[in-house]
């Protein structure tokens, strides 16, 4: 068969049996099957596939109709122009996402706090809920004096995200630490970025099959506000920043009012960005309090 002929097929496939995207994912199904970058197989619709590659096209096909996520079939998904591999360890990491990583980038080069001590020690950045590593590794390969804690409550993200360390050779300057939120940290840091489980509980079997069939429950679960990790997060955050620090929260659609005005009871400076979609997703903090100072160091709370 063509491989025209095979795309059509598959796209087909893939559409009656309820796959979004269809004509997209069975490309990326077959360029997977055929190992193909996408000018090549654009250029080589006419040739033929082997009885092989049609074999494992049907054994792919078969996964994406259970709803499987083309990138855990695939073992890959690109973020800030970089590949990385994932598999059901992790969440897949989201366009959106990448909003956090081009703050961060624009935050370090615009201000002179955080290049001097770019300049002195190196900056030291921290990656709570790493997952893949996607964040850390995305801010490591920018910002080459820069060394970033990433910590996972899950050793098996922990294990992925060591994988994509090693793969963009980051690997030691991105210790990976274990532990709840903050509580691995060794020692305060210039910047905390965060995107931790935020979906409430009550929204969680409204999501798409990929999503709630694949993709681990303690990346999306975020109790039964979708606050309860983010609310903890920024109560310690003020205990484990350096002077001058900042913090730079994602969110769910509809929660930046909220966590900006959690962030708000440490921070002086608070801002909202918007996703390309238009859409509140990162929150950010500069500007600690003298009283979140005085109430980290006493271990308070308030
Ligand atoms: C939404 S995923 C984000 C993964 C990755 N940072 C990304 O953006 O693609 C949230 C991550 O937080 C981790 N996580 C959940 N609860 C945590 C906790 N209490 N402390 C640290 N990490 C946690 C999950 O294991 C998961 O890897």
Redesign the pocket.
Known sequence: MKVGQAWKDASAKLAAGGIEDALMEGELLLRQTLKMERSEFYSGLSGELTTSELNRLKEFLTQRLTHKPSAYIRHVKEFYGLEFYVDER?????PE?ELLVEKVLEMVHSRLTLRQAQGGEGLLIA??????G??AVALAVNLPRSRIFA????GE?LEVAEINCRKHGVADRVPLLS???LTPLPQPVDIIIA????VPDSELLNLAPEVRWYE?R???SGGPDGLE?IRRLIDQGPAKLKPGGALLL?VGMGQAEVVAGMVHRYFLDVTVYSDLAGIPRVVGGEGITQMSLISGCLNLTF
């Open positions: 992790v969440l897949i990491p989201r996402t990656d709570i809920g790493t997952g893949s996607a964040i910590t996972d409550i899950s993200a532990g709840d939120l995107n931790l489980p935020y681990p303690l990346a999306l990790y994602e």
